[in-house]
């Protein structure tokens, strides 16, 4: 028996934790780390009678979620519990969707451009057609991976478990609000899996759901994986494996292959097929690069869920969704390609500028009205971000604001100062938070293009230096370029050099 | 020694009593009962502070006696001074909270539930917890660790339950009003037992914020009490929209609690008396006789009482059992011996202390609810049970509020039979179930109901019949009430002990 071909089939299951003021049933600050069982109360230790309550801003941060990864948003909702036991799960069950979940039928658009070139990674190609056989490349341009739902649920605590024979749990992080995205198995590899999760981190923190920082665990992904074998013409399907909580990219991709590897073998030697409803679980060892079963195929998990009786079934009204249709805004992929067709700019720049909305609000800014807008760009992609990473800090904490920009590229472009000058300029503004204008006239910088004033300083240099005059007559043209540097140096470098150049030439002709 | 809240405050307001006096008189009573030979066990404990909080109140009261703004002080705080019997089940602050269970040993209570803030804020003394069924899930209080409350009419009797102990408080007189739960009539069953009046208000009326949930869609806190006007006047001031609880609700019309008048207009008063109940099996002799009694007076004074055919009401113990328990299952996993309470640990890793810690923190009847709500609930097992158990549930709401779109209430015994001797039907839990065949749908269709001392059997013992109205109707059946408490009066005033 010989494997003909086989394919990576992957769906991911993504856990993002949302930027809400409070946890999603209390009051309790929604914040990372801090000493363990601080923000804590009744509701989230799951104490007996409390109750819970949703936290204003939880449906809507959903909603904006939804909307920015092109769902549609259900009108009428509910939440359910969905029982387990575990110590770090403080009431027995989550507070999660079940049946209505609040957001369905999306998709995220993965531009080819960013796939490997080795198409063949992981060994199977990127299909054009998704695991139904529909086709999937969008305009030539994208890889389309479907979303199936987006639910909103509470994250549990953390158990830390030290040597010895005792466990602790921090309740700190319990109630936070998630939202669950799932996705239908459409990926087919572990980079587009990978590429998967740097999309969607990339539109939710555009879109301020999520701080989307995946090493404190804003974003997780359990990944699904088997394979479609063909042997000897015959098509078999491997049993699915779930991993679970891959929180950096590099985990996502190396679990990924590694459990593609691992099931072509085990098909290969013990012929383990798929069995509807039954998966294996399990973890990514980063240290020794495998992945490690957690629960084994024939443990039926059975949740028991039930409508959460303590929360009434809610409308998500019109206001609700216009709120969130407005966050959501222009998403960085549309504005990719709005930058380079409006602006000319390279695919680099426009990755630098586009890379958080902050940035690109700033850069649209100060290019509106800016004579020469790949010099905006260069002034902040060059001179701007350098001083942002100096300083470690946002683009909204800088002290200058775009029209400062604006202004230095005009002042330049209108040849007031010359580029050298500008640099003066720029380190002073970010100094002091005063307008170029302002800084170039204190410095006394502005070049000096009324002919008359400069006129009377070229007839002053061309008296005080007969022997150069004499020079010229006899032929020797270069002195033009010395007696300009006179004429400079005695306006002190005001002097506009075009203006003074024509003059220079003029007047010696004329001798 | 005084019966009702209205004697007791102008009591205290002249001077005639203290709530010092009152708290002491509860907790020489208290001393004495456990002494006796068949403790009453209504309260298990009186609350440490109850002395202290009564000193507090006295002292309130005499400067404003002093200073001649009495009145306007018991205006802002009616129930000032006035003790009252807590469920061990409804959080009160700083206390022991058990709910009569082995699991919760030790636990004591962070914060007040709603209601218990509430009646605090309006001057009421919190004075000790009672005796009920394990969280709440019996219809005898003999259910909970600390053994049965017996009845005050009949010591060899049962109190009913689940809370037991605050109708046996109430109805011997240890506390001027009482706090309950209901899930399936856990109110209405012991004040139906023991002889006084116990409402069930609609779902939502009354705060479930610090109450420990059993049944989280038909849970609702009920109030015990010796006269209409001692359940109206806490009602008001416990009831309304709270933060804390989204299920929560205002309640219209509470401006009429304060003074209750007695409903007049019974000519144009329309009772429905479904059919299902009237030839429903196992009804007792004598409650159909004191049930018979009670439409003769309602007749008498020119109410119009039909008999009506709701053949859903026959699927309504089935329907209930099905979410109650489900509920429950789900309510009771956070009892796991991880945060609070009673933890098993024999060192072979928390799945082992999960089912240590379970097995012997609940008692046999909470286990038997907790598996069978488990194995509704479980897809692989049951199928859609708990989807079907709902849209019964669904379907009796609808048909009862159709009921009421041409009827001013529902008129129904509240038990087939008076309270049964302690140890009776122990062992048979479905015999228990049954004895929940009238008081169920109220909490399916989460219509306030009141339960009336409508008279006794043959040998004493009380027989309760309930007025149960449309959601929201709780001025109408509690003026109901009050007219039927002044053309009997006293009917629900504290027994006289036959110890």
């Not at chain 2, 629900?492 to 036959?498: A, D, L, R, S």
């Amino acid at each position: 028996m010989a494997i003909d071909k086989y394919e990576i089939v992957i769906g991911c299951e993504i856990h993002t934790q949302l930027l809400t003021k409070t946890k999603a049933f209390c009051a309790c600050e929604n914040r990372y780390g801090g000493m363990p069982n601080t923000r804590v109360c009744p509701v989230c230790l799951g104490l007996p009678g409390a109750m819970p309550r949703i936290s204003k801003g939880y449906v809507e941060l959903g909603a904006v979620a939804g909307l920015a990864l092109n769902c549609d948003i259900a009108r009428f909702t509910k939440f359910d519990r969905k029982h387990y036991f575990y110590p770090d799960l403080t009431k027995g069950y989550q507070i999660t969707q079940y049946d209505v979940p609040l957001c369905t039928d999306g998709y995220v658009d993965l531009p080819l451009s960013h796939f490997p070139k080795d198409e063949q990674i992981g060994g199977a190609k990127h299909r054009p057609v998704n695991f139904k056989g529909e086709p999937c490349i969008i305009d030539n341009k994208y890889r389309r991976v479907r979303i199936e739902r987006i639910h909103l649920e509470e994250d549990v605590g953390k158990s830390l478990h030290l040597q010895g024979a005792h466990s602790y749990i921090d309740y700190n992080r319990s109630g936070t609000p998630l939202i669950e995205i799932v996705t239908k198995p459409d990926m087919s590899s572990p980079d587009e899996a990978a590429l998967f999760m740097q999309t969607v981190q990339e539109i939710l923190r555009y879109v301020k759901v999520t701080a989307g920082n995946l090493e404190e665990g804003n974003m997780r992904c359990d990944a699904n994986i088997n394979l479609n074998v063909w042997e000897d013409g015959k098509l078999y399907h491997t049993p699915i494996s779930e991993i679970k909580n891959l929180n950096s990219f590099k985990a996502i991709r190396e679990a990924c292959t590694y459990e593609a590897k691992r099931q072509l073998e085990e098909f290969q030697n013990d012929r383990q097929e798929f069995n509807a409803g039954f998966k294996v679980t399990m973890g990514w060892d980063e240290a020794k690069g495998q992945t490690v079963v957690q629960r084994t195929k024939n443990s039926f998990v059975d949740y028991r869920f039930t409508t959460e009786p303590d929360i009434k079934p809610f409308s998500v009204n019109e206001e609700l969704i216009e709120r969130a249709e407005s966050r959501v805004g222009e998403l960085p992929e549309a504005k990719r390609t709005r930058f380079k067709k409006d602006y000319g700019l390279s695919d680099f720049d426009v990755e630098t500028l586009t890379g958080t909305r902050e940035l690109a609000l700033w850069f649209e800014e100060a290019a509106e009205g800016a004579k020469d807008v790949k010099k905006v760009a260069n002034w902040i992609l060059a001179e701007l971000l350098a001083v942002l990473n100096e300083k470690n800090i946002a683009i909204g904490e800088v002290n200058i604001k775009p029209a400062h920009i604006t202004g230095l590229v005009n002042a330049i472009a209108d040849k007031k100062i010359t580029s050298a000058q500008g640099k003066t300029v720029f380190a002073k503004m970010l100094e002091s938070g005063k307008m170029p204008e302002e800084i170039i006239k204190a410095e006394g910088m502005e070049s000096v293009s009324d002919t008359g004033a400069i006129e009377a300083i070229v007839d002053q240099v061309i008296a005080d230096n007969p022997k150069a005059v004499a020079d010229f007559k006899g032929g020797k043209t270069n002195v033009v370029g010395w007696l300009m540097g006179q004429v400079m140096k005695a306006s002190k470098g005001k002097a506009n050099p075009g203006v003074a150049t024509k003059l220079v030439t003029e007047k010696l002709a004329k001798l | 020694m005084y019966y009702t809240i209205k004697e007791t405050v102008a009591a205290l307001k002249s001077g005639e009593t203290s709530s010092e006096k009152l708290v002491r008189s509860s907790i020489d009573t208290f001393a004495a009962d456990q002494k006796s030979e068949k403790p009453l066990n209504a309260f298990l404990e009186i609350y440490e502070d109850a002395i202290e909080l009564a000193k507090a109140c006295d002292a309130e009261i005499e400067a404003a006696r002093n200073s001649g703004s009495i009145d306007s002080l018991f205006e802002k705080k009616p129930l000032l001074g006035i003790p009252f019997a807590n469920k061990d089940n409804i959080s009160s602050k700083g206390h022991k909270l058990t709910c009569s269970s082995k699991i919760l040993e030790g636990y004591v209570a962070p914060y007040n539930a709603t209601v218990i803030a509430r009646l605090t804020e309006k001057g009421a003394i919190p004075l000790g917890r009672c005796n009920q069924d394990e969280f709440a899930m019996g219809s005898s209080t003999e259910y909970s660790i600390y053994g049965p409350t017996r009845n005050p009419v009949n010591r060899d009797y049962v109190s009913g339950g689940s809370s037991g102990g605050s109708a046996a408080a109430v109805a011997a007189n240890q506390a001027l009003f009482g706090l309950g739960t209901e899930t399936g009539g856990s109110v209405r069953l012991p004040a139906s037992y023991c002889g006084i009046y116990g409402l069930k208000p609609t779902y939502g009326v009354l705060s479930r914020w610090g109450v420990v949930a059993y049944g989280s869609s038909l849970d609702q806190v009920g109030i015990l009490g010796h006269t209409p006007q001692d359940i109206a006047t806490p009602l008001s001031l416990m009831s309304g929209v709270d933060f804390y609880d989204d299920t929560s609700a205002d309640l219209p019309d509470s401006d009429q609690l304060i003074n209750l008048s007695a409903y007049k207009d019974f000519s144009s008063l329309k009772i429905a008396v479904p059919k299902q109940f009237e030839q429903a099996k196992g009804l007792d002799g004598d409650v159909k006789k004191v049930f018979e009694e009670t439409k003769a007076w309602f007749t008498s004074k020119g109410a119009k009482i039909e008999s009506v055919d709701l053949p859903i009401l026959d699927a309504s113990i089935a329907s209930y059992y099905v979410i109650a328990l489900s509920e429950a299952a789900s309510n009771l996993s956070r009892f796991d011996g991880i945060r609070y309470g009673r933890r098993v640990d024999n060192g072979s890793g928390y799945d082992q202390l999960y089912v240590d810690s379970r097995s012997e923190g609940f008692g046999p009847e909470v286990k038997r609810r907790i598996i069978i709500g488990n194995y509704v609930l479980s897809e692989q097992f049951s199928g859609d049970t708990y989807k079907k158990g709902m849209s019964v549930r669904a379907r009796i709401q609808r048909e009862v509020a159709k009921l009421f779109e041409s009827y001013d209430i529902i008129l129904c015994p509240v038990c087939p039979t008076p309270a049964f001797k302690l140890g009776e039907k122990y062992d048979d839990p479905l015999a228990m179930y049954l004895s929940d065949l009238y008081t169920v749908f109220v909490n399916l269709a989460r219509i306030p109901s009141i339960s009336v001392p409508a008279g006794s059997n043959k040998a004493g013992l009380p027989v309760g019949i309930q007025f149960a109205g449309k959601m929201f109707s709780e001025a109408k059946i509690l003026q109901l009430a009050q007219a039927w408490e002044e053309d009997h009066k006293g009917c629900g005033v504290p027994v006289k002990e036959n110890v």
